[in-house]
């Protein structure tokens, strides 16, 4: 994720979701995966002259830790390491599973865009299948992990099931044990895959 994403209104979606599921499914824990990206910010033009956005500035409407304070007494974990490297990335993941004091819990996978395209052309915004099997892997039974999906077309053909199709394959489960969030009045171009470990 991007800084510039952060707390748009589809974090309105996003943390309702989250929310809403660690109260049904009973979760210790939040682990937010951000797949994070930092971004430069372009200057602004004050009375003819370029200045830099302050630091102070950024840091109130984009600081992505923040979100911490909002569970309450569930504590909400980020994995905030920057996205370089895909191999150390998934490492970075599976240890931040594999080290959370409290199960069943959540872990959350956020990345800009979602599940790796067809076409099998996938950047930095894209989760891939085999890095979502393996961390399904790493998850404790119990866990639930939810996965941001940003639409993928935009001809207007559906597209929340063929994902939700791919997320399924990834997983290696049965049809019908995946379930979606989706908030059309909100944000039409988002939705929300989530599955119990069983």
């Known amino acids: 994720m991007q800084d510039r994403w952060y707390g748009d209104h589809r974090d309105l979606i996003k943390w309702g979701t989250l929310l809403e599921l660690a109260a049904r499914y009973h979760a210790k824990h939040i682990l937010q995966v951000l797949y994070y990206r930092k971004n430069t910010w372009a200057q602004i033009e004050v ?57 069943p819990g959540i872990v959350f996978l956020d990345p800009d865009t979602g599940l790796e395209p067809p076409s099998g052309k996938y950047g930095p915004t894209h989760v891939l299948n085999s890095e979502l099997r393996y961390i399904w892997a790493s998850m404790s039974l119990g866990d639930i992990l939810v996965f941001y999906q940003h639409k993928t077309n935009k001809n207007g053909d559906p597209w929340i099931q063929p994902k939700m199709d791919q997320f399924v394959k990834a997983l290696g489960i049965q049809p019908g044990c995946a379930k979606h969030a989706y908030a059309p009045l909100i944000a039409r171009d988002v939705a929300f895959f989530f599955a119990e470990k069983e």
């Not at 500035?57 to 923040?66: C, G, L, M």
């Open 47 to 103: 009375g003819g002259t370029n200045v830099d956005i302050a630091s102070e500035v950024i840091q109130h409407f984009r600081d992505v830790n923040s979100i911490r304070s909002l569970g309450g007494s569930l504590p909400i974990e980020v994995l905030n390491e920057e996205f370089e490297n895909r191999g150390n990335y998934l490492k970075a993941v599976t240890s931040a599973i594999q080290a959370r004091a409290a199960c």
